[in-house]
């Protein structure tokens, strides 16, 4: 199954500022999605990403806030636009593979002071 | 509706016990694929098993076995002769198949194992 890497694995960021989180993986996928798990909570969607064509927001999420690039089948990026205390989360993306297996990125642990 | 429930928050065992999580599902969605992941501390989702809906064999993978049962929407994750290394958060997941490629993740158990 594919690999993901996924970075910064953590950071810590100023309220205001913006942190862009990329995945590669390193063979081609067909859907690309970001998730978003809040201290102590499930993981909940933030958005498919497409490539070549803009992604598709789950209710609650907008592209102002969470810009998401998929230049091509093995490599997107979120951007956290704004940030507030209140973003502070664990970030992941997830590929599905030509199989219909899913795999997930290590994570990326923000925390917005 | 699509939905994943997992009734146990929390569970602490004593290491070599046998521990039991479950998860129960609901979709109206007649072809669908059932996940378990394990979420370890350092925070990366760990794969563990996919099962096809059609596929109702029940599963063991070492000290994991996985007990599939369609008649009541249940699909439960047992870990034998458990160990400290198996504290983590384990999330179960359901894809219905006819649908987007959306997974739909449960709340999580928490699992202590303890010394």
């Known amino acids: 199954s594919a690999v993901i890497s996924q970075k910064p694995s953590r950071d810590i960021c100023q309220r205001g500022t913006s942190l862009t989180i990329q995945c590669q993986v390193d063979?081609?996928?067909?859907?690309m999605f970001w998730y978003r798990q809040q201290p102590g909570q499930s993981l909940t969607l933030i958005a498919t990403?497409?490539?070549?064509?803009?992604?598709?927001?789950e209710s609650g999420f907008v592209i102002d806030k969470f810009p998401i690039s998929r230049p091509n089948l093995t490599f997107s990026t979120l951007t956290v636009s704004n940030m507030s205390p209140e973003d502070s989360s664990i970030y992941l993306c997830?590929?599905?593979?030509?199989?219909?297996?899913?795999?997930f990125g290590s994570g990326t642990r923000l925390t917005v002071v | 509706a699509q939905k994943v429930t997992q009734a146990q928050t929390e569970i602490s065992v004593v290491e070599k016990e046998d521990v039991t999580l479950d998860c129960v599902y609901e979709t109206r969605d007649t072809t669908y694929y059932l996940f378990w992941y394990k979420q370890p501390p350092s925070g990366e989702l760990v794969f563990l098993i996919r099962r096809n809906s059609f596929d109702e064999q029940n599963e063991i993978s070492g000290r994991y076995s996985w007990n599939f049962q369609k008649s009541t929407s249940s699909f439960n994750f047992t870990i034998t002769a458990s160990q400290v290394v198996d504290s983590a958060v384990y999330f179960c997941a359901l894809r219905p198949m006819n649908r987007d490629d959306k997974i739909i993740f449960g709340k999580g158990t928490r699992l202590h194992i303890l010394p």
């Open positions: 990403a497409n490539q070549g064509s803009e992604a598709t927001y």
């Open positions: 997830s590929g599905r593979g030509q199989g219909g297996g899913y795999t």
């Open positions: 063979s081609q996928v067909t859907m």
